[in-house]
T-cell receptor, first 114, second 114 residues
Framework: DADVTQTPRNRITKTGKRIMLECSQTKGHDRMYWYRQDPGLGLRLIYYSFDVKDINKGEISDGYSVSRQAQAKFSLSLESAIPNQTALYFC?????????????FGPGTRLTVL | GNSVTQMEGPVTLSEEAFLTINCTYTATGYPSLFWYVQYPGEGLQLLLKATKADDKGSNKGFEATYRKETTSFHLEKGSVQVSDSAVYFCALNARGGSNYKLTFGKGTLLTVNP
């Protein structure tokens, strides 16, 4: 089984709809992250969480919110989706120890907003 | 701020050709440097990393050396295979207070033809 899983893998929705993307991990890592990937732009950080009670905005948090329901679960919500949020979304995790600078990614969720 | 610049693709090679993907960075202090690979339809996987000057990261025949004097971390492989076709991302992680954050380059698409 994969260490970092994301659901759904693909989603098509309409402008104005609320969408939740879910991420679960079995790596036992404390830190979790949400990124979006756009062609030619690399990956950009949306939100990150160091533990259940510590959630922080990344570089492009506008229009997004997150919830850290447990150490293993980190959800990303789009309250009112818009077409320019069409992208590939990745969840990632990292440990607190010696390799804290290494992040492990899920398979991604492809979101299309019409 | 921190930034990563990598050569633009796409790069198309024949099997067994030599590969170089250039990566340079701008960062305060001494970041850790990474190459991540994204195979079609999958999430990012760590390919190799280096944490200090003159370190060489290596994996699956790929190598990259942390060159502080030229602020570079070029990816090389002596003989590519069709299975190496993927998008390659150079990234850095700053040390100290902001060591949660990975800064990515825009990615380089590599296609290897038989």
């Amino acid at each position: 089984d994969a260490d970092v899983t994301q659901t759904p893998r693909n989603r098509i929705t309409k402008t104005g709809k609320r969408i939740m993307l879910e991420c679960s991990q079995t790596k036992g890592h404390d830190r979790m992250y949400w990124y979006r990937q756009d062609p030619g732009l690399g990956l950009r950080l949306i939100y990150y969480s160091f533990d259940v009670k510590d959630i922080n905005k990344g570089e492009i948090s506008d229009g997004y919110s997150v919830s850290r329901q447990a150490q293993a679960k980190f959800s990303l919500s789009l309250e009112s989706a818009i077409p320019n949020q069409t992208a590939l979304y990745f969840c990632a995790t990292s440990d607190l120890g010696q390799n804290t600078d290494t992040q492990y990614f899920g398979p991604g969720t492809r979101l299309t907003v019409l | 701020g921190n930034s990563v610049t990598q050569m633009e693709g796409p790069v198309t090679l024949s099997e067994e050709a030599f590969l170089t993907i250039n990566c340079t960075y701008t960062a305060t202090g001494y970041p850790s440097l990474f190459w991540y690979v994204q195979y079609p339809g999958e999430g990012l996987q760590l390919l190799l990393k280096a944490t200090k000057a003159d370190d060489k990261g290596s994996n699956k025949g790929f190598e990259a050396t942390y060159r502080k004097e030229t602020t570079s971390f070029h990816l090389e492989k002596g003989s590519v295979q069709v299975s190496d076709s993927a998008v390659y991302f150079c990234a850095l992680n700053a040390r100290g207070g902001s060591n949660y954050k990975l800064t990515f380059g825009k990615g380089t698409l590599l296609t290897v033809n038989p």
